[in-house]
Every structure is written in C-alpha cells, then in structure tokens.
C-alpha cells in the first residue's frame, strides 16, 4: 500500500530557530500534500495545501511566513516552522494524495515538535 | 462551508462488545466523503472506513461499518467485537469534491477506551 515517510518523528529545537520537517510519499507520487497541526488530545487542524510545483494554499489564521511550505517534488513536500517559539510546540502531521485516487489520503506517522 | 461534529468526548466498551462512535455533518454538498480514522497513542492516523454520499450500501471493513444516515446526515462508525488494541482515539472526517484539492476536514474526535 501506499507509504508516506515523515521526518524527524520528534525534534527539540531552541526558541528563535527554525525546524524542517519532510514529508515524502515512498511509492507514489503525490499530486496534493496537506499539512496539519495537531495539539494535545485535540483534533487535527489544517494548516495548508501544496501542490507539486506551485505555492501553497494557506489555512485562515496560518502564518504563511512562520511556516513555509515547499512542495518541489511530486514526492517530497517540507515544512520549516522558522524562528520557532514555544507556542509552536506541536505535533505536525502531513497526508499525501495520489492523483486519480478517488479516497486515498495516505498519512505520516507524525512530528513531535518541542521549543524550549 | 462544511462541519463535522463529534458529540462523545469518550466512549467506553467492554471487550467483545459493539460500540458505536457517533458522528454528523453539515455540507450543502451534494457529492462528498466521509472517512473514519483511528489514532493510537503513538499518533498515526489509520484509515478505517470510507462512505461516498452516492454509496447506497453502509460500507464494511471487517469490524467496522458505517451506519449513513443520509437524510439525518449522520455517519455513525460501529465497531463490532471490541479489542483492547481498539482503544485510541477515532475522528470522522468528510472531504469536499469541488474543492480545488479535495482537502479532509476533521472532528475533534472521541476516546474509546476497551477494558478487559
């Protein structure tokens, strides 16, 4: 089946840097990748849309110049969180969609993001 | 604009028992999806079940059915014969067909938790 890599699973960062986290579909190519946030014991919030080759589409109330989002590849999406503060601490999950699947949205297994 | 709502914070269930997970929604749609996932602890989201609007079959996938509620607008996740691995979190999800990128809209989910 479809496998969709995520790294790092966890990082820790210092407060004013920046964390990239990759997402990449390992076995198809990925027309649509989505970019969620998750907080504790709380649902999964969509941050922005990437298409392979264009800007991403941005969720309201998403800072597009704290998150970027780089979709280069039909199989690699990447989201840097820069200048990183504790309010940023997060789990960060992506989905990756294959084109012509009618309900495939395959997911990471996730990335742990802690700044202290 | 489209809602899913999820009204069981926490469900509990004896192992071997049925549960059901509700979950409705609001769409002025009238093509759309709707999924179950389940998100163990570690934090991946595992497809379980899908429903297109035009199905008229529930779906199946071994213990899980959906029980769609058209009219009432409802898709009620029913897992048969609980397992202690079935606890984790379970979120309903709907998608949007004339979106540009068929994005995946989440509920804040429920807890199921399976005791011996």
Known sequence: GA???????????????????????LDFQATTMFWYRQFPKQSLMLMATSNEGSKATYE????????????ASLTLSTLTVTSAHPEDSSFYICS????????????????????? | AQKITQTQPGMFVQEKEA????????????????FWYKQPSSGEMIFLIYQGSYDEQNATEGRY????????????????????????????????????????????????????
Request: proline share 2%; with cysteine; hydrophobic share 35%.
């Open chain 1, 60 to 71: 309201q109330g998403v800072e597009k110049d704290k998150f970027l989002i780089n979709h």
């Open chain 1, 3 to 25: 496998v969709v890599s995520q790294h790092p699973s966890w990082v820790i960062c210092k407060s004013g840097t920046s964390v990239k986290i990759e997402c990449r579909s």
């Open chain 2, 19 to 34: 549960v059901t997970l509700d979950c409705t929604y609001d769409t002025s749609d009238q093509s759309y999806g709707l």
């Open chain 1, 96 to 116: 990756a969609r294959e084109s012509g699947q009618f309900y495939g949205y395959t997911f990471g297994s996730g990335t742990r993001l802690t700044v202290v």
């Open chain 2, 65 to 116: 059915s959906l029980n769609f509620q058209k009219a009432r607008k409802s898709a009620n996740l029913v897992i048969s014969a609980s397992q202690l691995g079935d606890s984790a979190m379970y979120f309903c999800a709907m998608r949007e067909i004339y979106t540009g990128f068929q994005k995946l809209v989440f509920g804040t989910g429920t807890r199921l938790l399976v005791s011996p």
